[in-house]
């Protein structure tokens, strides 16, 4: 299995501002995905965080919007900025373990941030 | 249409009761299934994989057809404790490996 931590855990903010979001990971992986989960919804990947090089989004997310920063193989952030009400979601950090077709997926807690 | 698709939600059974989840997937490349669960308010976790000769934990019970690419979950007995919303979902590695989540669908247990 995998531990994962996030912070903060929950957040309240104004249009225009950013937040970062922080995951720490109990043992070192090559990758580290972040996630969306809008309210009612299902999970969307943002992108994968690689370390030693650029993240890799997914259609419709830029980096401009999403930074991620991956300084080593246990930590990454995500930065969500500029925000509106519409980035009002929970946040996850994930991470895979096993082969691709016995892989398990381990989440973060999330985190919860609402948009003003 | 959504490459992995569930029943729509909520579903609302009695305690000991047995309840039934579909989910269908698209893309015939689709190698690997799961079934998570999540908890309001938290992340999911794995409840089972899924394999071509069918599984079973205890009262969940996972089977696939890959013919129909089709997925399910039986709980038999229901427990409040199940109360949840289930996901089904497929992995696949065609243009990189990915993970495609179902929308879930959400299951009360009334006692």
């Known amino acids: 299995s995998a531990v994962i931590s996030q912070k903060p855990s929950r957040d309240i903010c104004q249009r225009g501002t950013s937040l970062t979001i922080q995951c720490q990971v109990d043992s070192q992986v090559t990758m580290m995905f972040w996630y969306r989960q809008q309210p009612g919804q299902s999970l969307t990947l943002i992108a994968t965080?690689?370390?030693?090089?650029?993240?890799?989004?997914e259609s419709g997310f830029v980096i401009d919007k999403f930074p991620i920063s991956r300084p080593n193989l246990t930590f990454s952030t995500l930065t969500v900025s500029n925000m509106s009400p519409e980035d009002s979601s929970i946040y996850l950090c994930?991470?895979?373990?096993?082969?691709?077709?016995?892989?398990?997926?381990?989440f973060g807690p999330g985190t919860r941030l609402t948009v003003l | 249409r959504k490459e992995v698709e569930q029943d729509p939600g909520p579903f609302n059974v009695p305690e000991g009761a047995t309840v039934a989840f579909n989910c269908t997937y698209s893309?015939?490349?689709?190698?690997?299934f799961f079934w998570y669960r999540q908890d309001c308010r938290k992340e999911p976790k794995l409840l089972m994989s899924?394999?071509?000769s069918g599984n079973e934990d205890g009262r969940f019970t996972a089977q696939l057809n890959r013919a129909s690419q089709y997925i399910s979950l039986l709980i038999r007995d229901s427990k409040l404790s199940d109360s949840a919303t289930y996901l089904c979902?497929?992995?696949?590695?065609?243009?990189?490996?990915?993970?495609?989540f179902g929308a879930g669908t959400r299951l009360f247990v009334k006692a």
């Open positions: 893309n015939s490349a689709s190698q690997s």
């Open positions: 965080a690689n370390q030693g090089s650029e993240a890799t989004y």
């Open positions: 979902v497929v992995t696949r590695n065609t243009g990189g490996f990915k993970t495609i």
């Open positions: 994930s991470v895979r373990r096993g082969t691709e077709v016995a892989v398990e997926q381990f």
């Open positions: 899924v394999y071509s």
